[in-house]
């Protein structure tokens, strides 16, 4: 596996998540009920990417202070934790509740054998700090502030994808898409191979779809917004003439097929399939199997026609027991004989391995 990829995690203490300690690999699908905790799951990837860049108490405000991040609070759980593997290499770090409402570090330490720099009583991370002191630490652990949490959820009248923004934030797709005609932008005149795979890849689904008309507003050239054309029509349309399933299509597979340089190492994805047809999931699927080759994928869904396309080693199931969330992978052997009648999708239908309600 990658050295730069998340190979285990330990979290203790954060909202539902009382006590995890999983091994991840090249594609991950976290399934579950309403409410297991998948959610919880992927807003600790958000809270370690706020931290990289200095924003924990932000963090931690936006989310209603220490109380809606300890787990029940801080008289149920003193302190949450966590550590994160990568092959033989460590970053962890254990917070505090403070009487004005923030977390502080009681640690964060960065290790990798024979060697480690840690530290102790900030309000935000001291990691770049830690890595550059740590020699070899710097290049294998910066690759987690380039993660990214991407959820497509909004996508009605007032979305951001559907609002003018500026044409130089191109630098990464946003985690809600909203800069997504700058970005497509810089694919199709820099890297326009795979600009020219999201374009066909998108007419699989939506056959109606030609291109997009990507320019700078004509009144402000600094600016850009998404527009497309239909099939034999010259006119280009606005982003807000597409369907909600396509244009969160076209969020996803613009995050997969763009090129391996501008992807993270890992790439999470929340829902990806709100709103799409089965056949886009289908096609989703495989773009994401194609990916986990080069990247790490972590997914977490609620479809059974989604999990339908992965193979029972890539599934985590979270379920809610004693008002905390578990996490457990498979067992393959146990499910090797249902496989042969049912779908993997129909299996987790009737709460055969886990993941449904009690």
Known sequence: MNPKQISRIVIRGFKSIRECDLELGDLNVIIGANGAGKSN??????????????????????????DSILHFGRKTTRETSFKLFFGA??????????????????????????QWQD?????????????????GLYSDFTVMRNWQVYHFH????????????????????????????AFLYLLREKYNDHYQRIVKTIRLVAPFFDDFALRPNPNNENMIELEWRHKGEDVPFKAFMLSDGTLRFICLATVLLQPE?????????????????????GIFAGMARS?????????ATQSPDLVNE????????ADRQDNATSFKRLDVAKLE????????GELWTKNLFGGGPD
């Open 41 to 66: 799951f992927i807003s600790f990837f958000r809270m370690i990417q706020q931290m990289l860049e200095q924003k924990l108490q932000l963090f931690v405000t936006q989310q209603g202070g220490p």
């Open 261 to 281: 340089k501008l992807q993270p190492e890992t790439i999470i994805i929340d829902e990806p399939e709100l709103g799409l047809h089965p056949f886009a999931v």
């Open 337 to 344: 004989g249902w496989l042969k009648e049912y779908s993997l």
């Open 154 to 181: 909004d996508t009605g009248e007032t979305a951001l994808v559907k609002q003018m923004h500026g044409l130089n934030v191109n630098d990464y797709l946003r985690p809600d898409g909203r800069n997504l005609a």
């Open 119 to 135: 530290a102790s009583g900030h309000a935000e991370s001291h990691f770049n700090v830690l890595a550059k002191t740590g020699g």
């Open 89 to 114: 290499n460590v970053y962890s770090a254990v917070l505090h509740p403070t009487q004005d409402n923030r977390l502080t570090f009681e640690q964060e330490k960065l290790a990798l054998p024979n």
């Open 291 to 299: 990916v986990s080759k080069n990247r790490q994928i972590i997914l």
């Open 310 to 317: 992965f193979a029972p080693e890539n599934i985590v199931v």
